[in-house]
């Protein structure tokens, strides 16, 4: 049977990912082998089914990520009261990609220390963390929970120091207001995701096991690392400037 497509004939070959597997590693190996094939002999190579939906979900999901960054900032401004208790939950992002990312390579079968660190080198590692469509999403969910948590913390320090504390108690007395409901916050979260985190290796936690794993990872560093550097950085931010 002959296949057409923008009249041009067309031919398909179908594959499945092996158990273990990722769709990403495997186009990019199929790509290394098959493009040399496809330039010899004048063919054009295209890559459907999931890998062109993953594909396009992750451009979506880069072009709504700026345009929610965008509108985050402006969210945290009217919701902290200032621009300098936004900027400084916003230091609490990175505190929870740290551990998100540490979650993907220790949850990576195979995956050592030396393969980690092996692009700080400069070599190939043997073994590379399965980065999925679920990771990313896991991802956007954290920073929803850290950046919740900056707010409540952001919004109290603020809110002291319009009633005329001075800075240094204020943040000393915010953050020991806001420490049990931080905690609290941040466990109930983990307790829900911790059994799909667990079962990640059953059927039918495919999609939502890397998801769990990435939130739980990251909720740990976010959670204890935002205690300490949020309130250094409004310090630092709010600091006297003579």
């Known amino acids: 049977m002959l296949f057409r497509q923008d009249a041009r004939?067309?031919?398909?070959?179908s594959a499945n990912v092996a158990e273990g597997g990722n769709i990403g590693d495997l186009v990019a190996r199929a790509g290394e082998v098959l493009a040399p094939l496809a330039a010899r002999y004048g063919v054009e190579l295209r890559f459907g089914g999931q890998a062109?939906?993953?594909?396009?979900?992750?451009?979506?999901?880069?072009?709504?990520?700026?345009?929610?960054?965008?509108?985050?900032?402006?969210?945290?401004?009217?919701?902290?009261?200032?621009?300098?208790?936004?900027?400084?939950?916003?230091?609490?992002?990175?505190?929870?990609?740290?551990?998100?990312?540490?979650a993907i390579v220790?949850?990576?079968?195979?995956?050592?220390?030396?393969?980690?660190?092996?692009?700080l080198r400069g070599a190939a590692p043997a073994v590379v963390p399965v980065v999925s469509l679920s990771t990313l999403v896991g991802f956007f969910t954290l920073f929803g929970i850290a950046?919740?948590?900056?707010?409540?913390?952001?919004?109290?320090?603020e809110a002291?120091?319009?009633?005329?504390?001075?800075?240094r108690e204020a943040v000393r007395q915010?953050?020991?207001?806001r420490l049990v409901?931080?905690?609290?916050?941040?466990?109930?979260a983990a307790l829900g995701l911790l059994p799909l985190a667990i079962g990640g290796t059953q059927p039918g936690t495919e999609l939502l096991a890397p998801l769990a794993v990435v939130v739980l990872g990251g909720?740990?560093?976010?959670?204890?690392?935002?205690?300490?550097?949020?309130?250094?950085?409004?310090?630092?931010?709010?600091?006297?400037?003579?």
Do not use: Q
């Open 9 to 13: 004939r067309k031919s398909i070959v």
């Open 52 to 102: 062109e939906a993953a594909a396009g979900a992750r451009r979506t999901l880069g072009f709504a990520g700026i345009g929610v960054a965008l509108l985050t900032l402006l969210l945290l401004r009217l919701g902290v009261g200032t621009w300098v208790g936004a900027l400084a939950v916003l230091v609490n992002l990175p505190l929870g990609l740290i551990g998100g990312v540490a």
């Open 106 to 119: 220790l949850a990576t079968p195979g995956m050592t220390l030396a393969d980690a660190l092996a692009p």
């Open 147 to 157: 950046l919740r948590n900056g707010v409540l913390l952001a919004s109290r320090l």
């Open 160 to 167: 002291l120091r319009a009633e005329g504390v001075p800075t």
């Open 174 to 177: 915010g953050s020991l207001e």
């Open 181 to 188: 409901p931080i905690l609290m916050t941040a466990l109930t």
């Open 219 to 242: 909720l740990v560093s976010s959670t204890f690392l935002n205690l300490v550097v949020l309130p250094a950085a409004f310090l630092v931010l709010t600091r006297d400037r003579r």
